[in-house]
C-alpha cells in the first residue's frame, strides 16, 4: 500500500529534466572510483611528457605498458605463478596452523600464558631481517619464501581468531555448558561461529600480507617471482617492467582481497555485517 | 554430565538447603547474591519467584541448573546434589540466546545436535508440533535475526520443552512480550504443565503472572537475596480469564505489592 506523502505539484515536462539529471548523477556516482582513477592515470600521462621526467626515475602510463608488452607472456605467467604458489601455500600453512592454535589459546590458559608472549616476540621481530637467515637455515627452493609469507601472515589470524572466540556470548557458553555437551562441540557448534566475522576479517589482511611475505622472500633469494623481478628489472633500470610488475601485484593482492570476501558471503552469509547482507 | 535419575515421588525435585552465593566483583569488593536460601519444590509443583531486581533469582536458577556452584550451602535434585548440568532440566534462559546461523527449526533442535550430535525424525516432528504451539510455524526456515524478540523467546521456549524435560527453569521466559502475547503463552503453558506435569520454576517480575501460574510464590527481598516469604496461592484449577477477577487474587497480588516494596530494614 502506497503511504500518503505530501509533494508539490509538478507539470509533467518539468519532471522530465531532473529525471534525465538523476540518471546521469547516477552513473556518475557508480563510476566514480573508476573515473577517478581514469583522471590519474591522465594526470600522470600528461605530467610525465609536459615536464619530461626520465622513465628511470617516474615512468608515464603509457612506457609502463610498453614495458609489460617487452616481457613475453609466458615469461609474466611463470613470475605470477611463482609468487602465488609460495604466497598461496605460506597463507594456507599460516590458516591451518593458526586456527586450531587460536583455539588452543582461547581455550587454556597455560598457554595463552606460555606461548603468547612468544608469539608476540616473533611477531615484534622484523620479517624482513629474518629473511636471510631463514634462507640460510632453510636453503634453496620454496620452502624458506613459504616459511616467510607463514611469519608474517599467521600472526593476524591467530590474533583475531583468539579474539573472536573469547568474544562468544556468555550467555552461549552457558547455554552449551546446561546442555552438558562436549568441549570439543562447544568450540565446533559455538565458539567457532561466532568467530567466523572475526576470522575472515583477518584472513583478508592477512592475503594481502601474503602477497607482501612472498615478494620480500623474493627479494632476499629467488630466480623467479614478480619480487625477483622488479628486483631484477631496477638493477639494469628498466623501471617501466618494474612499474608493470608492481601493477600486477596489486591486482593480484585485490583479486585475492575480493575472493576471501566472496567466500564468507557465499558460505557464512549470516556472518555478513547488516549493512552488507 | 550425570546420568538420568528416576524422579521418586518421596523425595523433592528441588531443595536448596542454606544456599549462599558470594560473588567476587572486578574491583576487589564482594556482592552477597544469595544468603541462606533454603526452599522446597516438590515433585510437578509449579513454583514461581519473585523479587526486585539485582537480588538473585537467575543466580538461584542457575545453581539449580548446575552452572555455579553455590558459595554456601546446597542445592538438591531428587535429593541429590546438583554437581553439575542435568538431563531431566530444560531451561529457558533470560536473554533468548538463539544461535544466529541457524535457522528456528535448527535452533529448537540445537540441543541434541549438540548433545548427541544428531536430530532424530522424532525430534524433528516434535520440535515442528513444539513451533505450531508457539505461534511459529511460518517461520520455521528464518533467521533468529528476522524475528521479534517476543518471537526469539518464544523459540527459546520451544527449544527448552524439546526433550520434555521433568523438571523446567524459566528465567523471565515472557518478559519481552506484549500483555496479550504474555497472556496467551501463560495460559499455553499452564496447558502443557497440566498434560505432561513437570516441576516448574518460574522466574517473574509480574505479580498477577504469578499468581495466574503458580502454586506457591517464593518472595525475595533485595540484595542479599533471602527468603522473604512463601505463598500458599490457593486459586481453583485449571484457572482461566476468570481467574484474574476473583477476590483472592487482588488480595494475594495487593499483599506481594506491599512485599515487595518493603524496605528490607522492616522486614
Ligand atoms: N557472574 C557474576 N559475577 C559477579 N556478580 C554477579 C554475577 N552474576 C550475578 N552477580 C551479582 O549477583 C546479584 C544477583 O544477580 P542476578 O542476576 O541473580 O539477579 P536477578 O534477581 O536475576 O536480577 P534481574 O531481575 O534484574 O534479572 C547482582 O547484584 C549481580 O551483580
Ligand atoms: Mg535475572
Redesign the pocket.
Known amino acids: 500500500m502506497k503511504s500518503p506523502t505530501i509533494s508539490a505539484p509538478r507539470s509533467s515536462d518539468r519532471r522530465r529534466w531532473p529525471d534525465m539529471g538523476r540518471a546521469l548523477l547516477k552513473v556518475l556516482d557508480r563510476g566514480a572510483p573508476l573515473f577517478a582513477s581514469l583522471l590519474l592515470l591522465l594526470i600522470w600521462e600528461l605530467g610525465c611528457r609536459l615536464f619530461q621526467v626520465p622513465s628511470y626515475l617516474l615512468p608515464a602510463p603509457s612506457a609502463i605498458v610498453q614495458g609489460a608488452l617487452s616481457v613475453s607472456l609466458e615469461s609474466w605467467l611463470g613470475h605470477i605463478w611463482a609468487t602465488l604458489r609460495v604466497s598461496l601455500q605460506g597463507y594456507a600453512l599460516a590458516v591451518i596452523i593458526g586456527i586450531p592454535l587460536a583455539v588452543a589459546l582461547a581455550n587454556s590458559r597455560l598457554l595463552s600464558r606460555t606461548l603468547y608472549p612468544q608469539l608476540v616476540i616473533i611477531q615484534s621481530t622484523p620479517i624482513v631481517a629474518v629473511a636471510p637467515i631463514i634462507v640460510v637455515v632453510l636453503g634453496a627452493g620454496d620452502a624458506p619464501r613459504v616459511a616467510i609469507t607463514f611469519l608474517i601472515t599467521f600472526f593476524p589470524i591467530v590474533v583475531s581468531t583468539v579474539t573472536g572466540l573469547l568474544a562468544t556470548p556468555p550467555a552461549m557458553l552457558e547455554l552449551s555448558r546446561s546442555l552438558g555437551a562436549s568441549r570439543l562441540r562447544e568450540v565446533k557448534n559455538i565458539q567457532l561461529p561466532f568467530a567466523v566475522p572475526y576470522i575472515f576479517s583477518a584472513l583478508r589482511i592477512s592475503v594481502t600480507l601474503a602477497i607482501i611475505g612472498a615478494v620480500v622472500a623474493e627479494f632476499v633469494a629467488a630466480e623467479d617471482g614478480l619480487g625477483f623481478f622488479i628486483a631484477f628489472s631496477t638493477s639494469f633500470f628498466k623501471v617501466p617492467q618494474a612499474f608493470a610488475a608492481l601493477g600486477v601485484l596489486v591486482t593480484l593482492s585485490l583479486v585475492l582481497f575480493q575472493l576471501v570476501s566472496l567466500t564468507q558471503r557465499l558460505l557464512f552469509p549470516w556472518s555478513l555485517p547488516d549493512a552488507e547482507k | 554430565m550425570t546420568t538420568r535419575i528416576e524422579p521418586d515421588g518421596s523425595r523433592p525435585a528441588i531443595r536448596f538447603d542454606r544456599v549462599g552465593?558470594v560473588?567476587?566483583?572486578s574491583d576487589g569488593g564482594s556482592?552477597t547474591?544469595?544468603e541462606d536460601v533454603s526452599f522446597t519444590l516438590h515433585r510437578h509443583e509449579f513454583v514461581a519467584v519473585i523479587?526486585?531486581?539485582?537480588?538473585?533469582?537467575?543466580?538461584?536458577l542457575?545453581i539449580i541448573a548446575g552452572l555455579?556452584k553455590p558459595t554456601g550451602g546446597q542445592a538438591e535434585i531428587y535429593g541429590l546434589p546438583v554437581t553439575g548440568p542435568r538431563e531431566e532440566v530444560g531451561i529457558v534462559f533470560?536473554q533468548p540466546t538463539l544461535l544466529p546461523w541457524l535457522n528456528v527449526r535448527d535452533n529448537v533442535t540445537f540441543p541434541m545436535k549438540h548433545k548427541h550430535g544428531r536430530v532424530t525424525q522424532a525430534e524433528k516432528q516434535r520440535a515442528a508440533e513444539l513451533l505450531a504451539m508457539v505461534g511459529l510455524e511460518d517461520f520455521a526456515t528464518r533467521r533468529p535475526n528476522e524475528l521479534s524478540g517476543g518471537m526469539q523467546q518464544r523459540v527459546g521456549i520451544a527449544r527448552a520443552l524439546l526433550h520434555d524435560p521433568d523438571i523446567l527453569l524459566m528465567?523471565?521466559p515472557f518478559s519481552a512480550l506484549d500483555a496479550l502475547t504474555r497472556d496467551e503463552m501463560s495460559f499455553e503453558l499452564l496447558r502443557i504443565w497440566t498434560e505432561r506435569p513437570k516441576t516448574v520454576l518460574f522466574?517473574t517480575?509480574s505479580i498477577p503472572e504469578a499468581l495466574l501460574l503458580a502454586d506457591r510464590i517464593l518472595v525475595?527481598s533485595a540484595?542479599p537475596?533471602r527468603v522473604r516469604e512463601i505463598i500458599d496461592v490457593g486459586l481453583a484449577r485449571p484457572r482461566s480469564m476468570q481467574t484474574l477477577s476473583e477476590p483472592r487474587f487482588h488480595e494475594i497480588a495487593n499483599h506481594i505489592r506491599a512485599q515487595v516494596f518493603r524496605p528490607a530494614a522492616l522486614a
Open positions: 552465593q560473588f567476587n566483583g556482592v547474591a544469595l523479587g526486585p531486581s539485582g537480588c538473585g533469582k537467575s543466580t538461584l542457575r555455579v533470560q528465567d523471565e522466574i517480575h525475595m540484595r537475596g
